[in-house]
T-cell receptor, first 114, second 111 residues
Framework: AQKITQTQPGMFVQEKEAVTLDCTYD???????LFWYKQPSSGEMIFLIY??????QNATEGRYSLNFQKARKSANLVISASQLGDSAMYFC???????????FGAGTQVVVTP | DVKVTQSSRYLVKRTGEKVFLECVQD?????MFWYRQDPGLGLRLIYF???????EKGDIPEGYSVSREKKERFSLILESASTNQTSMYLC??????????FGPGTRLTVL
């Protein structure tokens, strides 16, 4: 059975600092995709970044980067230069089939303080 | 921009009622998904559909059914609502296995 683990229920970070959100996954499949989503208090899920299991380079999207360590089965999200608008719940998710069904972690609540 | 809309942001129903949650996407995506979100559990897949009239159970299908008569519309049905189905329901769509685009969610309360 696949599983996604996010061990940090919540964290505070100061504005302009970098923050790392942990995510570990468990699968016996060789081909899989890892996703990070942001959910602000408004409730809508916003796609942030994607990493394929065969991608050799870590994915980056603006201030977001994914620290992919395949042997450790970890896919940590790094947000650089935090902004107040980054306050939200962040979910790590994995897909192992061609339809892209997602399995989500429990999420990490991030609060950015001035 | 992909847009996924859900029929209601908030819904209050009574135990035993039949409940319909509607989801519409405007980008011709083949795949559509229904998740429920509960605190501490993340999102869990209820059902998904990869084509019109095609559906597959997700991880927690019990107590739910779905309908996809048109490509753009995917409905979640609670045949007889129960209090343990009080939750946030999120619909999503995607093209093949790409990232999913989510609707704003429906917060359902069953009394």
């Amino acid at each position: 059975a696949q599983k996604i683990t996010q061990t940090q229920p919540g964290m505070f970070v100061q504005e302009k600092e970098a923050v790392t959100l942990d995510c570990t996954y468990d699968t016996s499949d060789q081909s899989y995709g890892l996703f990070w989503y942001k959910q602000p208090s408004s409730g809508e899920m916003i796609f942030l970044i994607y990493q394929g299991s065969y991608d050799e380079q870590n994915a980056t999207e603006g201030r977001y980067s994914l620290n992919f360590q395949k042997a450790r089965k970890s896919a940590n999200l790094v947000i650089s230069a935090s902004q107040l608008g980054d306050s939200a719940m962040y979910f790590c998710a994995m897909s192992t089939d061609s339809w892209g069904k997602l399995q989500f972690g429990a999420g990490t609540q991030v609060v950015v303080t001035p | 921009d992909v847009k996924v809309t859900q029929s209601s942001r908030y819904l209050v129903k009574r135990t035993g009622e039949k409940v319909f949650l509607e989801c519409v996407q405007d980008m011709d995506h083949e795949n559509m998904f229904w998740y429920r979100q509960d605190p501490g559990l993340g999102l869990r897949l209820i059902y998904f559909s990869y084509d019109v009239k095609m559906k597959e159970k997700g991880d927690i299908p019990e107590g739910y059914s779905v309908s996809r008569e048109k490509k753009e519309r995917f409905s979640l049905i609670l045949e007889s609502a129960s209090t343990n189905q009080t939750s946030m329901y999120l619909c999503a769509s995607s093209l093949s296995g790409d990232e999913q685009f989510f609707g704003p969610g429906t917060r359902l309360t069953v009394l």
